[in-house]
C-alpha cells in the first residue's frame, strides 16, 4: 500500500533536553530493530511515509504529541542511532535540519557508494522532493526540514517540514517511492491542511501548459498518481483533550494493564515482574510496532506511553521509560540468538488490548486520567523541561515526617 501525504502541526519553538533525546535514540533504534525483525525494512520505509504512524511513534518517544518539534526531533534520534548500525540494519537516514538538510546529497552518494545503488538517481529524488514542495507547490510553507530515507535496496521515503510564520504553523510532507511514476503530475493525491486561501500549485494536473513554460523539474510524461493519501491536521491547544483520543482504545490498555495481572495471559508469563505502569507503556509501544494502519487515527493516545517533555498529557516517566527501553532491548538481544518468547509476549500485548476493545465499556473521564497520571508522576521519576515532577502537597507533608 502506498502512502504520501502531509500534516498540519502547531509551530512550537524550543529544545529536546539530553535526558529525553538519550532515551529518544534508544527507544527508536530498539522499536526498528524489532520492525525489521518481524517485518523487513521494506516495512520501516513504508511506515515512515505514513504521517498518522510517525505522529505515533513521536508522542510514544515522549515528544510533545503534536508540536512541529516531533519531526525534527525524532528524526534527530533515529539518525544517531540507526546511522552507526545502516550496515548492519540495511537503513540509512540522510539530512537533517537547516544547514544538515543541504548535506543529504553528499550522504547519499556515499551511502550509494557503499551499496552500489545509483547514487545521482538517488540525489535527483530527493532534490525533486524538495523543490515540489517548496517551489512547485507554493502553500506558503518554506522547507527547513530535510529528510531522505533509504534501504540498501533503493526503497526511499522523505519526511520534509516547513514553516510558516504568519499562521504559527508548520507542515510536514511525506513521500514514498513505491510506485511513484512523476513528480510533476499530482505526486500527491492532496496536499492537505486547513485552507489557508488560494495557493500555486505547478504539479496539478491542469498546470501542464504552465509547466512547459515556468519548470523543467522532469522530462518524464506523467501517468499515474499515488495513492491513499493521509491527511492529518492536529489542533492548536497543547493540552490532551477528549475529542483527541479513543477512549475506548486508551481504556482498553489501560484496563489490560492496570486490572488484570500478566498471570492471567498465559501468552504474558514471561513478562512477570513488570509493573502495571510499564505494562501500560509497553502495551502502546508494542502497537506502534505491531499495529495495523487504521489504529493511527489518533496519535494523542500514545503519549500515554511516556507523557510529553512540556509536562501534556503528563511529565515524562524516566523509570518507566527506562524499563520499557530495557525489557526491548533485551526482547531484541534474546531474538537474535533464536529465543523469541519475550518478543512474542510483547506483541501479543497489543493483540491482547485489541480483544479487549471488543466488550470494553469505558469508565470516568479522560480528565480524572490525566490528573492521575500527574498526582502519581513524581513516583516514576517525572520529569519535564520544567523540572522534576514533586508530590501533591498533602503527599509532600506526608514524606517529610517520614524523615
Known amino acids: 500500500m502506498n502512502r504520501s501525504g502531509a500534516a498540519d502541526l502547531p509551530l512550537h519553538y524550543g529544545y ?58 525524532v528524526m534527530g534520534a533515529l539518525k544517531r542511532a540507526i546511522n552507526p548500525h545502516s550496515r548492519e540494519l540495511g537503513i540509512y537516514i540522510c539530512g537533517g535540519k537547516g544547514k544538515f538538510s543541504r548535506q543529504a546529497p553528499e550522504e547519499i552518494r556515499n551511502v550509494c557508494e557503499s551499496t552500489g545503488l545509483d547514487g545521482e ?13 517548496n517551489t512547485a507547490v507554493q502553500d506558503g510553507f518554506q522547507l527547513y526540514t530535510h529528510n531522505f530515507i533509504l534501504t540498501s535496496e533503493g526503497q526511499w521515503t522523505v519526511i520534509q517540514q516547513g514553516m510558516s510564520e504568519g499562521y504559527s504553523m508548520a507542515r510536514r510532507y511525506h513521500w514514498h517511492s513505491a510506485d511513484l511514476s512523476s513528480f510533476v503530475s499530482a505526486p500527491h493525491t492532496a496536499v492537505c491542511g486547513v485552507n489557508q486561501g488560494m495557493i500555486l ?26 495513492r491513499d493519501i493521509q491527511q492529518l491536521v492536529l489542533p492548536s491547544h497543547h493540552d490532551v483533550r477528549t475529542e483527541d483520543v479513543d477512549l475506548k482504545r486508551l481504556g482498553a490498555v489501560l484496563w489490560l494493564a ?16 513488570v509493573g502495571p505502569r510499564t505494562l501500560q507503556s509497553l502495551a502502546l ?34 523509570k518507566v521509560y527506562d524499563e520499557t527501553i530495557g525489557i526491548l532491548q533485551t526482547a531484541v538481544q534474546k531474538a537474535k540468538v533464536g529465543q523469541t518468547d519475550k518478543k512474542e509476549a510483547i506483541r501479543q500485548l497489543s493483540e491482547l488490548a485489541r480483544k479487549a476493545e471488543k466488550d470494553f465499556t469505558p469508565t470516568g473521564g479522560l480528565d480524572q ?12 521519576g517525572g520529569r519535564t523541561v520544567f523540572g522534576k515532577a514533586q508530590p501533591p502537597k498533602g503527599q509532600q507533608q506526608q514524606q517529610l515526617r517520614l524523615f
Open 16 to 73: 529536546v533536553p539530553q535526558w529525553l533525546a538519550d532515551r529518544m535514540a534508544k527507544l527508536g533504534f530498539a522499536i526498528t530493530e524489532t520492525l525489521i525483525m518481524d517485518y523487513g525494512k521494506t516495512e520501516v520505509i513504508r511506515r515512515l511515509s505514513d504521517p498518522f504512524w510517525f505522529q505515533s511513534l513521536g508522542a510514544v518517544m515522549g515528544m510533545d504529541w503534536h508540536s512541529s518539534g516531533v519531526t525534527t526531533s
Open 121 to 133: 538517481d538517488l540525489v535527483r529524488c530527493s532534490k525533486l522532493s524538495a523543490k515540489v514542495d
Open 201 to 226: 500549485n505547478m504539479t496539478d494536473r491542469e498546470a501542464s501548459p504552465a509547466q512547459k513554460g515556468v519548470l523543467s523539474i522532469s522530462k518524464e510524461k506523467p501517468e499515474l498518481m499515488m
Open 258 to 273: 492496570h486490572e488484570k495481572q500478566p498471570s492471567d495471559f498465559e501468552e504474558l508469563l514471561l513478562l512477570e515482574g
Open 285 to 318: 509501544v508494542s502497537e506502534v510496532i505491531h499495529g495495523t494502519p487504521s489504529r493511527f487515527r489518533d496519535p494523542a493516545r500514545f503519549a500515554f506511553a511516556h507523557g510529553g517533555k512540556d509536562g501534556h498529557p503528563f511529565p515524562v516517566p524516566i
Open 369 to 380: 486520567l490525566i490528573e492521575k497520571e500527574r498526582n502519581e508522576s513524581w513516583k516514576y
